[in-house]
């Protein structure tokens, strides 16, 4: 191998390694997981102050919307019947009702309340299936995110 | 039955497409002009067969036949015409139908147009050509069927999503496709090329229109798709990094470092290689954003196991990419170009960080794309990565390509005088720094817009300057002196086209980053109000008039007319709309939006509530309507970069 076409590979492989660097850092900040309500409830410490999203389903009875303040309570469940309580401010989505499939984004306060910035309401293929007695968890898997 | 003679003539192009095939190889291996010549014939008969397919399928959407499952499920009989004809491509099948036939369209261009001019690639072209058509007719036969029937038949159809139906969605995937498809040719060639042996610069300056039509119409794919979620969405942007955003994006990216540095192997007969593989990638990316839309891998990994066509994608784009990358690999001894040796400030360099930095934005995309996919086939972990992501890491590589954009333009072809280059951008820099000051002093802005607000001035007087002197210095040759000063201005308005159409097209750029610096100042609220009631945001001050029903042809449109004063004076009532739609269940937010040149006002209606308030989404984005003009600039720089015909082709 010759000098210069050793001075690229160095050259290049330096490149690499620096935008690599700068991605795995950008990208970790970026990054939020999705979770269940009963993975945040059964360790809620471990939530603490982190931008977070939760699926599940909104729960039947739960839904209170306060139109004035534009803000909107509700409560999410899945599989376990782990209720997590959810206060958003903002619009009150289209599709947004009981059994619906949504997704909220925001910070966990105390154990079991979470103030949601962004809430969004997701379709399933296989909602009607879900309707019809099969899992929840089955239903969530398949959630368009 | 007129779909049958449909799928008849599908099945009959494939056949004939291996025809083709075979029958190019058979000439290749014979040295036989007749039947290079039989294959030509038969590119244009695919054609004929699969318009005939395309127009039974438009029959039968105009028809409401709902006999076919693809009619039944995108098309309803209160559809409006429109929507009709151009429902054939709101659904994958039917796409995949419309890809088929720009391609075919391609192909026999191709086969009659460059028969003289690249008599030598010409039948390894075409044979490229013809096994990517024979992969899409090979899915529309069977897993990708448009023309399927379906039983029993149903009396009504699903109807058309009403997000589609806007005149924004109906021409974005086709210009998409356009744009995609086209990028095919300069691919084939190039494969062509390496096939043959022959690694001149012909395939460049053949393709070199095909590549700026492929750009040129992905881009405006691309901005009207932009343009249609700010309009339907209802969310009060245009771009979201979504990844069938992003999936259109990646082949932008690489296929503008490939237009750029064809000029470099043209000019200086360097960088052989590396244009190789850039047109590789663009073709390879332009195929994946077509899988990335179509194959159902966004819903979940799990649907996509489920499908044919995702897996059917998958091994078209390894196989592309072990075809491509194999052939380079055996060729690679004819592509070394000999190292001339230049200058740090000239033009080469500025093309090859241009193209470092169009490669990185686009890798920068394909992670943030592919990786929430990956960690969730291999690890099942449900993860996003978020807009920040992108706009960290995009920023400041935009910044580094705006100023390159600018600088390129002082710069000569192997050397540049130092003492040219600091005259040129004294004054250019001089004028930043000022802007720049004064951006500091009014808005206190986030450093990403100060510096990309700066750059974009410094390009764009350097483009604008350079503009002027393009019309000014080609003073016209003597023999024209004689002639009315009218015709004389319209020759030198007209000539050197590719260098002016170049120079529009990066003002546009311009234009629209400055539209982009806007979105660093978006502001939005969210409010209740009822009856006579009113609230202020902004400028605006927003007085709730009175609630409207009103039913079209297939809706029922709920809505809240909205009057906007401005300094106590009435400017004028904005209709923000609820649709309900019978064949869908989610009713369409119809949104109100007043432009002007500094901000638009963008009024959506969340809600009416059942005590007769209503509740209104409100964004004040501001420039957003420069984004939308640098439209024009991109059609004049395109015509005139259209009307450059490289000298090959000039001599038939």
Redesign the interface.
């Known amino acids: 191998m010759n000098k210069k076409s050793l001075k690229f590979l160095i050259g290049g492989v330096l490149i690499v390694a620096v935008i690599v660097g700068i991605f795995v850092s950008v990208s970790s900040e970026n990054m939020t997981y999705y979770y269940t309500p009963t993975e945040i409830l059964t360790h809620p410490e471990k939530y603490a102050d982190k931008r977070i999203r939760v699926m599940g389903l909104v729960e039947h009875d739960s839904i209170q919307w306060f139109s004035k303040e534009t803000k909107l309570i509700f409560k999410i469940s899945d599989e376990e019947d782990q209720i997590l309580n959810v206060e958003y401010h903002g619009a009150r989505p289209d599709m947004f009702r009981e059994g619906q499939g949504v997704v909220v984004e925001g910070k966990l306060q105390g154990n079991s309340h979470l103030a949601a910035t962004v809430l969004l309401v997701k379709h399933s293929e296989e909602y009607k299936a879900a309707e019809h007695s099969e899992s929840k968890d089955s239903y969530i898997k398949t959630m368009d995110l | 039955m007129i779909v049958d003679i449909g799928y008849f003539s599908l099945l009959c192009a494939l056949v004939l497409a291996a025809y083709t095939v075979i029958t190019l190889y058979a000439g290749i291996r014979r040295n036989s002009h007749n039947l290079v010549l039989s294959a030509r014939y038969s590119s244009m008969v695919i054609l004929i067969l699969v318009a005939a397919a395309y127009f039974s399928l438009t029959f039968a959407f105009i028809r409401d036949d709902f006999s076919i499952r693809f009619v039944a499920l995108h098309s309803s009989t209160d559809l409006p015409l429109f929507y009709k004809v151009t429902a054939v491509w709101g659904g994958m099948e039917g796409s995949l139908l419309l890809w088929e036939l720009i391609l075919a369209f391609f192909i026999a261009i191709i086969a009659f147009r460059y028969r003289k001019t690249n008599r030598e690639i010409l039948p390894h072209t075409l044979i490229v050509l013809n096994l990517i058509s024979l992969f899409l007719l090979f899915l529309l036969i069977g897993w990708s069927n448009p023309l399927a029937g379906e039983f029993p038949v149903s009396s009504e159809g699903n109807g058309l999503n009403p997000l589609l139906q806007n005149p924004g969605m109906v021409f974005h995937p086709p210009s998409l496709y356009l744009g995609y498809v086209a990028f095919s040719i300069p691919f084939a060639f190039a494969m062509g090329s390496l096939m043959r042996g022959k690694l001149g610069n012909q395939w460049i300056v053949s393709t070199r229109r095909w590549t700026l039509f492929a750009w040129f119409f992905l881009t405006i794919g691309i901005i009207l798709g932009g343009g249609w979620a700010y309009v339907e969405l209802g969310w009060g942007g245009y771009w979201a990094w979504d990844p069938v955003e992003n999936g259109s994006l990646m082949p932008w990216l690489t296929g503008t470092a490939f237009l750029h540095s064809v000029i470099v192997q043209e000019k200086r007969n360097s960088l052989r290689i590396w244009n190789m593989v850039l047109i590789i990638a663009t073709f390879t990316l332009s195929i994946l954003g077509t899988f990335i839309t179509r194959s159902g891998i966004?819903?979940?990994v799990?649907?996509f196991a489920k499908s044919n066509i995702g897996p059917a994608f998958l091994i078209f784009i390894v196989a592309i990419l072990v075809f491509s990358v194999g052939l380079l690999f055996y060729r690679q001894s004819l592509l070394v170009s000999k190292?001339q040796t230049a200058g740090i400030f000239c033009k080469e360099n500025s093309f090859l960080l241009n193209n470092?930095v169009f490669v990185?934005m686009c890798?920068?995309v394909l992670?943030?794309t592919v990786?929430p996919l990956l960690a969730e086939g291999l690890a099942d972990?449900?993860?996003?990565?978020?807009?920040?992501?992108f706009n960290?890491?995009m920023a400041p590589i935009a910044v580094l390509m705006v100023f390159l954009m600018g600088i390129t333009h002082v710069l000569g072809w192997k050397k540049t005088s130092l003492v040219l280059l600091r005259k040129n951008v004294l004054v250019p820099s001089l004028l930043t720094i000022v802007v720049m000051a004064v951006i500091f002093y009014l808005f206190s802005p986030p450093w990403q817009m100060e510096l990309l607000g700066g750059v974009s001035i410094f390009a764009g007087y350097l483009v604008v300057r350079e503009l002027i002197r393009s019309r000014r210095t080609g003073d016209l040759p003597a023999e024209h002196e004689r002639e009315s000063i009218g015709s004389r201005l319209l020759k030198s308005l007209t000539k050197d086209g590719r260098r002016k159409g170049g120079l529009i097209i990066h003002l546009g750029i311009v234009i629209m980053m400055i539209g982009i610096c806007g979105s660093f100042f978006n502001r939005e609220t969210?409010?209740?109000f009822g009856p006579g009631e009113e609230n202020s945001f902004g400028r605006y001050v927003m007085k709730f008039k009175e609630t409207t029903e009103t039913q079209s042809r297939n809706s029922r449109n709920v809505g809240l007319a909205v009057e906007i004063l401005q300094d106590g004076k009435s400017v004028g009532v904005l209709t923000p709309v609820?649709s309900y739609y019978p064949t869908s269940?989610?009713?369409m937010?119809e949104v109100a939006i007043q432009h002007s040149l500094i901000e638009d006002l963008y009024i959506s209606l969340?809600?009416i509530?059942s005590?007769g308030?209503a509740?209104?989404?409100v964004y004040i984005n501001p420039l957003v309507s420069f984004i939308w003009g640098s439209v024009i600039f991109f059609i004049i720089g395109f015509i005139y970069s259209m009307s450059y015909k490289p000298i090959q082709l000039r001599q038939k």
Not at chain 2, 381 to 389: E, V, Y
């Open positions: 966004l819903n979940s799990h649907s190292s470092i990185v890798f920068t992670y943030g990786f972990k449900k993860l996003s990565i978020q807009a920040p992501f960290t890491i969210t409010f209740t609820k269940q989610q009713p937010t969340a809600s509530n005590d308030t509740t209104l989404n």
